[in-house]
């Protein structure tokens, strides 16, 4: 068909637009309609979000409305309506959702109906509301913004599916791998027997723990109740929803990704709700996924930050999952290569058990762990005349030899800081203290102002000589295929991560979380630039550069196989001990008695409150702290770093933030989540100020 032009193509614009400005049709406002005879009232939670409205609010049900306005359903309601000659009028049309049916409203004055029942699927249970109402007062939140992130937006298409019925539970499972721990069998057997046993588990190095995470699954489910798990991304998810499938086949379970699409992760989350499905793999958003009598909730590498959600009120998963622990009375376990400082505080106060292996079981799995300090370095020629040490030039070449060999480095990029070779204090420009760099590997520049820097020197020894001080994975890549031409290299980063690598000689350069995965095992691996991830300036460098070369360590074949890994960082740490040892548990514990001498988290509660100057006063003034709370600062909160994308807890462009830390003893907790809201709201009632960002629990203290 020809395309119009002229006159016609002006006439099409105008019928367009004028099309473009009809307003859509509004809900009817129900105005003099019959009540619903029985429980005419609806209890609506409203979808405001708002601190000082977080409370239920009660309207009238129209009789034609009756059917389908039932408790969990999805409603349209104004908000906001007068009071006009005994009627209420006016107000902005919101979403909520019905909590409950009543006879009559404790609220003695008229009620306005609801607008619209948008979909007559109950999707909010009483059973997940509680948990969002759990969840909200431990964040100091609202309850609204919980009830976002538990329940998926609507879409048509699945609601208008008939659910099926469920299939009937899987046969107990065999303990398979899960004999190499002590008390493995046991804990299925638990599981299967229908008790909630809580275990902080321990895993050994290797490809198992998906499908030792997959029999828990399966005792779970053989017991007649759900089960739970929640990865921090979608290619764990992938491996373990692989592991569950082969154990019970399909049907009995559904993964929830952000990767399935918003109408097809309805569609399984519907699943869900319905009943037609007892048990989820998902990542983050699935730890409020409906499951119906869970009997287990379990959480995979809980030290991940992608465990922590990033929209309001910020809820931490290990943390909601330990609440549908207790509130639903179904077993927990917590789980991973390494440990966390939370998950040995829970073995410390006897909340959960210990679920570890034997040190022979650990030396067996575990890969040879060898290192690189410093003075190593020094006393090496070829670590002092380019990247690598010696002894990890033989262990790349050795390793080649029979399969891939895995190199970590740990920031992504090809633009290097550069440091000196002799002091390894950092070069900076001349001119402006700028770091400086060498995008083309010859003419140095200042990365802040641009100014080229032809003869630097090294203020604080004189040296002239620079190196890299961290080398991201496409340079250092680069570096490496020089070296071995003859082998390949493949990259894997934020911007093209692998899932797999075939089991042949490759050289793999990966950052940290994006190590594919060997099909036979890595034959070594390299842990470079191990004191840029002990160095930095937060509460858990160690605990976190543990995790991380622990993950990566785990894909390497075990000692009695040759694998080896090399990592290059000081030996007489703590970090670089417990990997060496392989024992990231003895580690968290030490960690924990550390932090417990010092008053630093989880040993106490604490509470970030952030904003402008004068509104971070008030509401720290104004609240009602427990008793005992110490107040840390107020200091200014700096602005992100050019490059980097902007987080929730960053302040507003332009404008100067400060940061309050609110300590309290471990259990005043609540206390604390509580006076901090009331302060919150009544801020807002009284129209002081701008609101302050509260974050309890705040993951990236310094």
């Known amino acids: 068909m020809a395309e119009p032009h002229g006159g016609e ?11 473009a400005k009809v307003p859509r049709a509004k809900p009817r406002t129900w105005r003099g309609a019959a009540l619903a005879e029985q429980r005419p009232v609806a209890r609506v939670l409203v979808d405001k979000g708002l601190i000082h409205l977080d409370q239920f609010f009660d309207y009238a049900v129209p009789a034609a409305m009756d059917a389908d306005a039932r408790p969990g359903a999805r409603v349209r309601v104004r908000f906001g309506a007068r009071v006009v000659k005994g009627r209420r009028e006016g107000g902005e049309l919101h979403d909520g959702f019905i909590v409950e049916r009543l006879s009559e409203s404790d609220y003695r004055g008229p009620l306005a109906p609801i607008a619209q029942v948008l979909s007559p699927e109950p999707v909010l249970s009483p059973d997940l509301l509680a948990l969002c109402r759990a969840v909200a007062d431990r964040y100091a939140g609202a309850l609204a913004d919980v009830v976002q992130l538990a329940v998926p937006p609507r879409r048509v298409r699945p609601e208008a599916e008939p659910p099926r019925e469920p299939l009937p539970p899987p046969g107990i499972p065999d303990p398979g791998s899960w004999s190499r721990y002590a008390s493995g069998p046991g804990y299925l057997q638990a599981l299967a027997r229908g008790d909630a046993p809580r275990a902080v588990w321990t895993a050994l190095p290797g490809p198992y723990w998906p499908e030792e995470l997959a029999r828990a699954v399966a005792a779970a489910l053989a017991s007649g109740r759900g089960a739970l798990v929640v990865v921090p991304d979608g290619r764990a998810a992938g491996r373990v929803d692989a592991a569950l499938t082969g154990l019970i086949g399909a049907g009995r379970h559904v993964l929830l990704t952000a990767d399935s699409g918003p109408e ?3 569609r399984r989350w519907l699943a869900v709700s319905r009943g037609s499905v007892r048990a989820v793999v998902g990542t983050r958003a699935a730890m409020f996924a409906p499951v119906r009598d869970p009997g287990l909730v379990a959480i995979w590498d809980d030290g991940d930050s992608s465990h922590s959600e990033q929209h309001a009120p910020q809820p931490h998963a290990r943390e909601v999952l330990m609440l549908r622990a207790a509130h639903e009375k179904a077993a927990f376990l917590l789980g991973g290569l390494s440990c966390t400082v939370e998950g040995a505080q829970l073995v410390d106060t006897g909340w959960a058990l210990p679920l570890a292996a034997g040190r022979e079981q650990v030396r067996a799995a575990a890969p040879l762990i060898r290192t690189i300090g410093d003075a190593d370095q020094a006393r090496d020629e070829a670590a002092r005349a380019a990247r690598l040490p010696t002894l ?7 390793g080649l030899r029979t399969g891939p060999v895995l190199v970590q480095v740990p920031r992504r990029g090809y633009v290097p800081r550069l440091a000196c070779e002799r002091c390894r204090a950092p070069a900076r420009c001349g001119h402006c203290s700028g770091p400086l760099e060498a995008p083309d590997e010859a003419a140095l520049r200042c990365g802040w102002c641009g100014r080229p820097e032809a003869s630097w020197h090294c203020p604080e020894c004189g040296g002239a000589r620079l190196r890299a001080q961290i080398v991201g994975a496409r340079r250092t890549a680069e570096e490496l295929g020089r070296a071995f031409p003859e082998v390949p290299v493949r990259t894997s980063g934020r911007d093209h991560v692998l899932d797999t690598v075939p089991d042949r000689p490759a050289l793999v350069v990966s950052t940290p979380g994006s190590e594919p995965v060997a099909e036979a095992g890595y034959a070594a691996a390299l842990l470079l630039d191990g004191w840029a991830m002990l160095g930095r300036p937060d509460l858990r460098a160690g605990e976190e550069a543990l995790r991380r070369w622990t993950g990566a360590a785990a894909l390497v074949r075990g000692q009695d196989e040759g694998g080896t890994v090399v990592v290059v960082a000081e030996p007489t740490l703590r970090p670089v001990q417990a990997l060496v040892r392989w024992d990231p548990a003895g580690h968290a514990v030490r960690e924990l008695a550390e932090r417990a ?15 402008r100057p004068e509104d971070v006063q008030d509401l720290v003034n104004t609240a009602e702290l427990p008793e005992g709370a110490e107040v840390l600062g107020p200091v200014p909160l700096s602005a992100p770093e050019p490059g980097r994308p902007r987080r929730p807890g960053d302040p507003p462009p332009g404008e100067n933030w400060e940061r309050a830390l609110l300590r309290v003893r471990r259990g005043s907790g609540a206390a604390l989540a509580a006076a901090l809201k009331a302060a919150q709201a009544a801020r807002a009632v009284r129209r002081e100020g701008d609101p302050v960002r509260i974050r309890i629990d705040p993951p990236d203290l310094g």
């Open 392 to 398: 990890a030039w033989q262990v790349v070449r050795e």
């Open 9 to 19: 193509q002006l006439a099409l614009i105008r019928e367009t637009v004028r099309k």
């Open 264 to 266: 097809e992760r309805y």
């Open 597 to 611: 001498e010092l008053g630093f988290p989880p040993v106490s509660r604490m509470a970030a409150v952030a904003g």
